[in-house]
């Protein structure tokens, strides 16, 4: 991992490293094992640490990873043993080597891993800020979303522009711990974030929920909502939304994905035009046939 991390900073202009999945396919994880390493790994009193100790606790970090791949503990078998492994070293790398864009889709990290990896891409003085992290894919669930809202919320991404949560199971209590760390005065002022496909269409909230995310975030440009059930949803439900949407005057591109909107797309948009900074609408796979 420390090789990498020095390889990388002999590229100057590097800005983005992706990492892809080659084992996580074919391992399953487990919902209990993943429990049990959401509970091992939760942590108090983690606001006002100094640099020093927080530079010391996250080395500890990457030393108990590498201690129990070697001694196996809470491993599937050989082949986890192995992703456990590479997933170290490349947050050792990215320790090492902080590019302004970090990307792990599909990788199905485990919440344990979730903060090994935002320890390694935290904000580490002002040349070495993250500004771009997709985890689509990784199903980390309402455990992980809170790990994820203690970095955000605690002033330990600071510099995050463009963040992708898509696909991971956070549910309603995710998306709103999420929404909640935003808005505290440490948080990044995010320009772009993607929470489709969390499971949060059939929790009634969910109108209220993403409208505090939309307000929270006042600059945010881009927004990405999936099957959020906005097109069957009762006129409550999804009117915060949509009275967030037309109230931000800085959203330039909105993309209702799958939100089973249909034909009455016209009626249950009505209230976006009122927006002035609106510039791309994405209404892709809703089986909208006309729009006037």
């Known amino acids: 991992g420390g090789d990498l ?12 490293v992706i990492f892809d999945p080659i084992f996580r396919k074919s391992v399953g994880h487990g919902k ?16 006002g640490a100094s640099a020093a100790a927080v530079r010391r606790r996250r080395q500890q970090e990457r030393e108990k990873a590498l201690l129990e791949v070697a ?12 992703e456990k492994l590479r997933f170290v070293v490349a947050c050792d790398a990215l320790s090492v080597r902080r590019p302004k864009k970090v990307a792990f889709p599909f990788c199905r990290i485990s919440v344990q891993e979730l903060r090994l990896l935002l320890s390694g891409v935290a904000d580490d003085g002002p040349k070495q800020r993250c500004k771009g992290l997709d985890l689509r894919g990784n199903f980390f669930g309402v455990e992980g979303a ?4 203690e970095f955000l919320g605690g002033g330990q991404l600071q510099a995050l522009e463009d963040l992708d949560v898509s696909s991971n199971d956070m549910l309603i209590q995710g998306v709103e711990a999420l929404s909640s760390a935003l808005a505290f005065p440490g948080a990044p002022r995010l320009r772009s974030i993607k929470v489709g ?8 909230r969910w109108g209220e929920v993403l409208a505090g995310l939309v307000d929270g975030c006042t600059a945010l440009e881009e927004l990405e909502v999936e099957k959020a059930a906005l097109g069957r949803a009762e006129p409550e439900r999804r ?46 796979s809703n089986q909208v046939h006309s729009l006037h």
């Open 5 to 16: 991390g020095r390889f990388l900073t002999k590229l100057p202009r590097l800005e983005s």
């Open 32 to 47: 209990k094992q993943e429990h049990e390493e959401a509970e091992a790994e939760s942590e108090s009193g983690r606001q």
């Open 71 to 82: 001694e196996g503990k809470r491993l599937g078998g050989t082949l986890r043993e192995l």
């Open 146 to 149: 809170k790990v994820l809202a």
């Open 197 to 204: 496909e969390n499971g949060i269409e059939n929790d009634p």
């Open 239 to 284: 009117e915060p939304l949509l009275t967030s949407l037309a109230n931000s005057t800085s959203l330039t591109s909105l993309r209702l994905v799958e939100t089973q909107l249909g034909a009455s797309s016209p009626a249950l948009l009505s209230p976006l035009p009122s927006s002035s900074s609106l510039r791309v609408l994405s209404l892709r």
